[in-house]
């Protein structure tokens, strides 16, 4: 999934694969950076897979066909989730067209959505704003082959080669036993992939056939992506009916005894933050734990927010809270839209 990184992976969707898409489609491709006969590490992961019976001379082939691309690492080292405030963020997803595309995505895979709402508990307007955020609603499904990001990110990208090997040995293994050309397949700079930018690992665990046609495609099949956004929620313990996060007040300046926008689990206490002068606006127990949010503008004032279960389990998908918070925004957009318009 990403799509950012989720499951421990960046998933930054179509934000800056879109910046960088101008490089990547105008870098010619050349061969044998990865050719296993020349790279001993890839002709170990080459070894390795072999060894689980996929096909050597196809494994070969693709890596020898893989190409370095210096705009993939450039791309991963200035995500957006770093250098923005949040009204900067905010503003790259809340056009009103986003929004009213959204609506158009719910009605036209009505039947889907609502059977991803019974069978996984996941809101319709979630699962869009996912989609939404991610590519466009598949609009922006990113323009780098797939195999040329993760062959860069893991044999490049020391800081993360491990984890991006892992995505590499992944991506070809579910390419080449579905039967798929891993030299075709397009994604983001990280290697994200299709409407919901799942990561290969995340397409293996979370992907499902939710059209019921033999085949997990989330590249072309929007009904796979809808099942599989739900699926990826609610194994990763969404709560149905729960909250995602409760408004609060405070001081001008975040206090500095309190740790702000980490994407980690509900942990700090209501009363320890009541002590510091942040008040929940909705019905919390002093003893509950929640996410603390200071939310930035350009104007230097700060919104405060208290992140519930629910909010931790979207940054699961893109591990930043000014991700989840655009989804959560886009989502309760998205979902005044479709009642004003019942």
Known sequence: MTSGFAHGRSRFGWLLSLVVSVTASSTAFGAGEYDPATKPEVKSLVDMLASKGIDRQKLT???????????????????????LRWDEYR???MQPERVQAGVKFVKTYE???????????????????????????????????????????AFDYPKRSDFFRGELEAYLALTLRQGLDPLEL????????GYPQFMPTSYQAYAVDFNGDGVKDLWKEPEDAIGSVANYFRRHHWQTGGPILVEATGPDVPPESITFNKASPPSVSVASLEQAGIRPQGALPSNANVIPLALNFADGHYRYVLGLDNFYVITRYNHSHLYAMAVTTLAERIKEALAQES
């Open 91 to 93: 503003d790259l997803f």
């Open 111 to 153: 039947d889907a959505m609502q059977r991803a709402e019974s069978e996984y508990g996941v809101p319709r307007e979630i699962i869009a704003a996912i989609i939404g955020v991610e590519t466009y609603y598949g609009r922006n499904t990113g323009k780098y082959r797939v195999v040329d990001a993760l062959s860069t990110l």
């Open 61 to 83: 082939e693709a890596m020898r066909n893989a190409t370095h691309q210096q705009s993939i690492i450039d791309a991963m080292n200035r995500p957006a989730e770093r250098r």
């Open 186 to 193: 397009k994604g983001s700079y990280a290697g994200a992939m």
